[in-house]
């Protein structure tokens, strides 16, 4: 138990030295709007409720990818494995859409929104709520399909390094 009360904000650095501790899995989060895909890669992904379906998606609110998803109000939810690193280093980097697209096989779901064809994981989903918190935008998605790969082991982001995530 924690006997202390911090009323000030904490350091950045130590704020982004302790997030870095905390590991998350690596996703590519897409959507189309006007016919153009977008994307980028992503660790803040969690469940909200299994009762609807509900995710949570978390994007700077600067990013392309953020304003493309409140346009069409729809995204997909690609969870990566380890043969993914370099196709998540790609589209965690400024880069064309057309560019980022070029790399990896992808295909169009139900919403429209382009889906990683070996991905662990995909939840394709429509966008039911939006909240902005500072700097990001938290994305609250149902998803209309999902798609589970025949992969095994995923891929996770840990003390600023992937790492494979495999069950023992």
Known sequence: MFDFIQTEAVPRQD?????????????????????????????????????????????????????????SEILSVNVLGPHATELSE??????????????????????GSPLLTDAL????CRIVATHRVHSHGVLFCEPVSVQIGSAHEGLGYFNRRFIRMAAH
Not at 94 to 111: A, L
Not at 121 to 124: P, T, Y
Request: proline share 5%; charged share 15%.
């Open 15 to 71: 704020y982004h030295d302790g997030m870095a501790r905390l590991a998350a899995g690596v996703c590519i989060i897409t959507t189309r709007v006007n016919g153009h895909p977008e994307g980028m890669t992503a660790t803040s992904v969690c469940s909200v409720s299994d009762a609807p379906p509900t995710l949570l998606v978390c994007l700077n609110q600067r990013s392309s990818t953020f304003q493309a998803c409140l346009e």
């Open 90 to 111: 790609i589209f965690a980097k400024p880069r064309s859409t057309v560019e980022k697209f070029s790399f990896g096989q992808w295909h169009t779901g139900t919403t």
């Open 121 to 124: 994981v995909i939840f394709d």
